[in-house]
């Protein structure tokens, strides 16, 4: 009898371990996280494996959790990422902790990997794009394209789209003072003129206003597009002075039109409004969109902007888009560094500013079906980045908050609000 009863005893304990076994991976997004930029590979990767995601808003910096099936700790390991592995008891904890309605947290599901597509051009420099460098170091995969496959149709194929350091008005960066001797200059020049030509425009500036309209088209559509640096700002230019010549001689063979700034219409730009643009064609700068540095009272050593808090519960976007480990970010520089907030569309939703200086940094807004995200800055991890410089090495910043925000673009197009049980 008392054998019988051990036996019993021990097959209730057997039967009762599968249970207790941890089953659930957290991956924490706070300051316990070494390696915070692969995380975000980490959730792409998943995502890739057909395992959904739980990003965890608001809690421990926007953590992220997903089952603990075969082969996730090992990659997890792989990638230097830190987790931690528990109990299915423990995780519900954690999401009931969420769920309190006092608690300003919520679950996004995350589905389905987006296909992204990084607009720049086939020659393109080291030095040029930070949205490239994170997305190699995170190890999320991407697909090049530029004005030929714009041109050709062929956005509707991406979920998502990242605009390369770019110049849409057709004044190659304006770069001609300091580096039209130098050979990617003249190259650069030199393919773009072809493409002018082979899709039947006679300017490139005219080209460039057709690929920001088909850009338009595909946001309005339900794309996700993310610009930085000049590729924020002569976007809007570009849309603002379609079938104006706003270019001077050296850039396309004749004078502007004198009369371009009165012809301007600001009804088809995404976030500025009633912008001066800057004609001097040796000055580098496009319009008084961006902060020049004697306006932003300000050096790298006290450059920092504020992150914005929104209802992970009823705003859910913004949310997403300002998960970080910090709400403060160390500020950097780039053509395009910081938008005057005067000029900055009533219906834009702020994100990220420096409220003393006047400034935005980090900025959201919707057309149609799709949304759009504006950011300030060529490199979060180079304070005055410039040409011909090394590109940064991510591996010496790999909890960076800059770099962060950029990332939190990456995974947005993915999530859907997870239905909690009642």
Not at 79 to 107: E, K, P
Not at 177 to 186: G, K, L, M, T
Request: aromatic residues 12%; contains cysteine; charged residues 25%.
């Amino acid at each position: 009898m008392i054998l019988l009863r051990f036996l019993c005893s021990l097959l209730l304990l057997l039967t009762a371990l599968p249970a207790a076994r941890a089953s659930q991976v957290l991956i924490p997004m706070d300051d316990a996280q070494k390696e915070h930029l692969k995380a975000y590979g980490m959730a792409y990767w998943l995502l890739g494996k057909q395992v959904e995601v739980d990003w965890l808003l608001n809690y421990r910096g926007g953590s992220f959790a997903c089952p603990n099936l075969s082969g996730v700790e090992q990659e997890l390991a792989v990638r230097g990422v830190s987790y931690q592995v528990i109990s299915d008891a423990q995780y519900g904890a954690i999401l009931g902790q969420i769920a309190d309605a006092n608690a300003n947290m919520d679950v996004m599901k995350l589905e389905k990997s987006p296909k992204i597509a990084v607009y720049t051009p086939k020659g393109k420099q080291p030095w040029d794009d930070a949205v490239t460098l994170v997305l190699t170091y995170a190890e999320i995969p991407y697909t090049e394209i530029y004005d030929d496959e714009v041109l050709d149709g062929k956005l509707p194929k991406y979920d998502w789209l990242h605009l390369h350091h770019e110049d849409f008005t057709g004044q190659y960066g304006k770069f001609f003072a300091s580096y039209r001797n130098r050979p990617w200059y003249q190259q650069q020049q030199r393919d773009a003129e072809a493409a002018a030509k082979r899709h039947g425009f006679a300017k490139v500036s005219q080209m460039k206003g057709s690929v920001v309209t088909k850009m338009q088209e595909f946001i309005a559509g339900g794309g996700f597009l993310f610009a930085m640096c000049s590729a924020t700002d002569t976007y809007d230019i570009a849309l603002a002075g379609l079938g104006l010549d706003m270019v001077e001689n050296m850039y396309d063979g004749d004078p502007a039109d004198p009369t371009a700034q009165s012809k301007l219409n600001f009804n088809r730009t995404l976030a500025f409004k009633d912008f001066q643009l800057v004609r001097d064609p040796y000055q580098y700068e496009y319009s008084n969109i961006d902060m020049q540095p004697y306006e932003r009272g300000v050096g790298e050593d006290n450059d920092y902007f504020s992150l914005f808090t929104f209802s992970a519960k009823y705003d859910p976007v913004p949310t997403m888009l300002t998960q970080n480990h910090t709400k403060t970010v160390k500020g950097f520089m780039g053509q395009t560094t910081a938008f005057r907030k005067s000029l900055v569309k009533s219906d834009v939703l702020v994100m990220g500013e420096n409220k003393a200086s006047g400034e935005v940094r980090y900025m959201h807004g919707e057309l149609g079906k799709g949304t759009w995200t504006f950011y300030g800055g060529h490199d979060p991890e180079d304070y005055q980045h410039l040409v011909e410089e090394e590109p940064t090495d991510l591996t010496l910043h790999p909890n960076s908050p800059g770099y962060r925000l950029i990332l939190n673009n990456i995974l947005f197009p993915a999530a859907k609000k997870k239905k909690q049980k009642t």
